[in-house]
């Protein structure tokens, strides 16, 4: 169901080496807002008097508007997290991101000149951070935000780089692989 690698996308030789989603971090803000909803909703159902009229569709529009506010507020952007991911093999790193309208960026390892991250103190404490990865091309950098993991996906990016340097016969010292 969730899109990711398949043998039919690899090439030959290629294997899978890290298939990541961004940090579940990104839904701390969306899931506040779901439980606020609901706190509003049992609260506004709870208070509405005994006596008022047409009691039954009153707290059925109030469920119905909530669920439709969870959706927007939480259901979206839950989907828009999962559908997005990074997948990391033997040859590429691939971006694919959307839930509708799908779109896709792969960086050959051979074009990858530099690979960074960085991390705030709470990112630090979460175990997450941002991926920064500069390549020869049109694109130049890529930034990777919310990278679980993100210093030993660094750490494994830098590895496959110089692999695939070696394997193609390159020996830039310059760049450091």
């Known amino acids: 169901m969730w899109p990711m690698a398949t043998p039919d996308s690899l090439a030959d030789g ?30 506004v159902i709870l208070i509405l008097p005994a006596s008022a009229s047409h009691l039954a569709l009153i707290r059925l529009a109030i469920g119905v508007g909530a669920l439709l506010a969870a959706l927007v507020w939480f259901g979206v952007p839950f989907l828009r ?6 997948e990391l ?36 404490l979460l175990g997450c951070g941002k991926l920064i990865v500069e390549s020869a091309g049109e694109h130049g950098q890529v930034v990777l935000k919310e990278i ?30």
């Open 81 to 86: 997290w999962r559908m997005t991911t990074y």
């Open 14 to 43: 290629e294997r899978l080496v890290l298939r990541l989603h961004p940090h579940g971090r990104t839904m701390l803000g969306p899931a506040a807002i779901l439980a606020l909803i609901l706190a509003v909703a049992i609260t």
């Open 148 to 177: 679980p993991g993100v210093q030993r996906v660094q750490a494994t990016l830098f590895q496959l780089v110089g692999e695939e340097h070696a394997r193609q016969g390159r020996s830039d010292d310059s760049d450091g692989y």
């Open 89 to 124: 093999t033997s040859r590429r790193l691939s971006l694919r991101e959307g839930v509708i309208t799908r779109s896709g960026h792969d960086v050959p390892l051979t074009r990858i000149s530099d690979v960074a991250f960085t991390q705030g103190p709470f990112e630090r």
